[in-house]
């Protein structure tokens, strides 16, 4: 396996929790009437959406900043935490990023051909 710069993952894990963000909001609007807006459970129920919008979009901002923070040298295997993942989109996205990686960097001349 493969490493990955830390400052890659974690614009990549930024970008994922932007997402998450977005979706969250999105949810909100689905959810938010005004004829319903008298009973408490409901509304206890759209506050916490928009918390957790706000609480996503706080994340991604943060691990954004610590990405940009991280030294150049620094890498990371994710081939081990990639196990953990069970939603395979999710998984593919990182993975890619573990694989664009690995294309940035093969700088050998080395040429494979697949018949």
């Given at each position: 396996m493969t490493s990955l710069p830390v400052s890659s993952l974690l614009q990549i894990l930024a970008e994922e929790l932007r997402s998450l963000a977005v979706t969250a909001e999105e949810m909100h609007h689905?959810?938010?009437?005004?004829?319903?807006?008298?009973?408490?459970?409901?509304?206890?129920?759209?506050?916490?959406?928009?918390?957790?919008?706000?609480?996503?979009?706080?994340?991604?901002?943060f691990v954004s900043a610590?990405?940009?923070?991280?030294?150049?040298?620094?890498?990371?295997?994710?081939g081990p935490a990639l196990e953990t993942i069970r939603l395979s989109e999710l998984k593919q996205r990182l993975h890619k990023a573990e694989i664009d990686d690995v294309a940035a960097n093969d700088d050998d001349g080395d040429l494979e051909l697949f018949g």
């Open positions: 689905l959810v938010c009437h005004e004829h319903l807006s008298r009973d408490p459970s409901y509304i206890r129920a759209v506050q916490k959406i928009d918390h957790t919008t706000q609480v996503l979009d706080n994340l991604s901002n610590v990405g940009e923070q991280t030294g150049e040298g620094w890498s990371i295997t994710i």
